[in-house]
């Protein structure tokens, strides 16, 4: 039962002195990053579903 208290002191005392948080402005910034790159990702996602139903269509029509 000390192991675990004394970890969890530890690691409270790791969490609140030793690691360093983003401010708002760098919050904001890479939150603004994922969604840019979230849109992208799915307007390519949308391109290649579009074009292979394209190319589906000419090959079902070619049979």
Do not use: G
């Amino acid at each position: 039962m000390n192991r675990i208290i004394a970890y969890l002191k530890e690691a409270y005392q790791e969490l609140r002195y030793k690691v360093t948080w983003p401010t708002w402005a760098e919050l904001q910034n890479s939150a603004i990053v994922v969604l840019v790159a979230s849109v992208l990702i799915a307007i390519m996602i949308l391109l290649m579903d579009v074009a292979s139903r394209n190319v589906m269509e000419i090959y079902y029509n070619a049979i």
